[in-house]
């Protein structure tokens, strides 16, 4: 027995430094489950195991542009191609579109509370902005309040109104994060949690004495977006919108991180009182943290609205942001790999594997195996699920998935290469280390 | 329009003292909390709900006996009261011991985010059980104390109408009022008193002089959560019907209070509670009438949103706190 596992180890071993190999086996494992589910037509595992694929790409040797290449093949050319054979393509691609659109969410509240270490609890108020500030517009509902423009407006304007919602949502995280300045800790976390609860009861609420938002009856037949005479309506058009705003988002957080404002963030994060004496202002730093996420957020909700072509203000409560906030930890707070695998775990939780479970139960039920009480289905348990999540991550492993990682310079080089030449060369030497801290220190 | 206001005055006033009584004593439970752990317990509101749901469970199951047709129903509210509250005191300290103890040395705001993850736990716990005992999750208890009583407050002043309440009224505020009186005592006259003010002081310097840091804050615990949950008995009289969800914003609103007389302070919390109820039930009643239909009832939780961010604001050491200094 021990000679095999001596055995097994000396291949992973050889397999661990050994790119070619890596590529191989990636690649059998991609066309395996690609070619699983092409031929399956509908097999929710086959979908799962070749979303997994990009995980295990994670952790590869492969160099970063050749990561970036495989990623985008399978997103783009092998999800789609081997979903669209089953009947099942379009909820596939409403799943994939909705992992995008949490994943860019998420992305967003990081940076609010992950790098600038803000615990935010009311962040879907962003998604609702930017998801009210679409449909008002392109519904006929802006026209009870504007006496000039016809609407609703056309399809061609929605890209102009991602940029809008963005904006808007922006605006409305300054607005919020005036707070910032004077409270902090666990009294900003209550904050923004009434500013989102307050915003949702205002959208539930502003159909008197101007009717803005429609109540609670909604906005409904949002336009869908129209891009050269092609209309949007299916959720396998807007898979690949959620996946152009999600990858620019993901270059400009990665971009931010290291910069020099987000340094800013971490050192905030780590004691604001200490990084306020070492000349950081702390009022721009925090702003500057809660307009970014916002906006995120008010891009994805113009998304979401058209996607959904229906908004109401059920879509935004507590429950949303708290997932966003589950969604966070459970990556890794302050990681931007981790807070991807978070939200694309919790979002196929939510939306596929609950209802699929709840399926097969009831399927269950039905041929009299097991009875199950309707109160425990799967789909109702959310609550206990998101709960349960947050104990044990809190608990256990605070510092999530994958751990936030800092980059550890190599002083001897940066020294040395003060040279064009030598910086290329500092650049290989960057090296990640994993985090010493077991917790990402949020509060002093 | 001022006329209109002093109409409706002692109604208000009544209303807003049954539901600032029950703040208060659900804020006293944040404020004990925060004051010895500097930790906002989410889960506390959950727990008012819990205790709400035990309650009338043994309200239901006492009824399906037939011993409420036959008991004094004083005694039957007190037996309720005893047990529910012993129950949550104990779900409390259970709380304590599993999701917060652990972190004690973390940082602040992990604690706090177990502390929601908490709060959902036993919301779905609790929707859970009810849903499969009863087949829905929003229950009504037996109705008890609903005799209605008529105050002749316009023989006092002609401006003021009529006001009546539920006989349930008296209970609420007479129960709420001994219990925040017998804890007042107990925390400023007698040993355990003293010990868990020593340790909300200094919590190290405190351990130095031989007090059990970890009993007390289980007590504390104990005693917040069961105060808890006996108010949330009382709001189940009062209201009639509750559901899962009724913990979280009646929390946030009874956290306002806690933090609106200053948090760590008893007595503010008392007073921040009673303060708030009288305010929210005020704005429920004229905010229509000030602001010419602008805003109705619906916007009453919004403005008791807007004073806890005020109060956060601009004085965030609360009515009656005070203020402390923050060094790296």
Redesign the interface.
Known sequence: MKKYIDLMKSYTDKVKDNKLAQGILLGTYILVTTLSLYLSGKSVIAFLLLLASLLLLHFTKLGRNTKWGIAALVLVVLLPLSASQGDAYQSYMEVGTLVGIYVAMALGLNIVVGLAGLLDLGFVAFFAVGAYTYSIFATPQAANFLSFGTFPLGGEYFWVFILIGGFVAAIFGILLGIPVLRVKGDYLAIVTLGFGEIIRIVFNNLDRPINITNGAMGLSSITPPKLFGLTFTFPSQFYYIALVILVLTIFVVRRLEYSKIGRAWKAVRENDIAAQSMGIHLVRTKLTAFAIGASFSGMMGVVFAAKQTFVDPTSFTLLESITILVMVLLGGMGSVPGVILGAAIMTILNMQVLTELTNWLNQLSLNNVISIPDALSPAKMQRFIFGAILILFALYRPQGLIPAKNPIFNAAKLKNGSTPKGQEKQKQEVSLKKESASYVNLDS | MLAEILHTLPQVLIDGLALGAIYAIVALGYTMVYGIL???NFAHGEIFMTGAFIGTAILITLTGLGWIAVMPALLALLLVLVITSVLTGFIGMGIERI?YR??RK?????????A??????????V??IT??KRGN?ILTGPSMFTDRVEVKTSSVLSVFNDASFKESFIIVFVVAAIMMITLDFFINKTKWGTAMRAVAQDRDTSALMGVNVNKVIGLVFFLGSALGGATGVLFAIQYGTIDPYIG??LG?KA?TAAVLGGIGNIRGAMFGGILLGVLEMFASANLTLMTN??F?A??K??FA??I??LV???K?EGIFGKVVM???
Do not use: M, N, W
């Open positions: 500097e930790l906002i999701a652990p972190l973390a940082p602040k705001l992990i604690t706090l985010i177990t929601i993850g908490v709060s959902f736990l036993l919301q779905d716990l929707r859970f849903e499969v999750y979280f914003i946030l956290f239909g602008v109705g619906e916007y939780d919004v949103f807007a806890l961010i956060l604001l601009f965030p923050e060094k790296v």
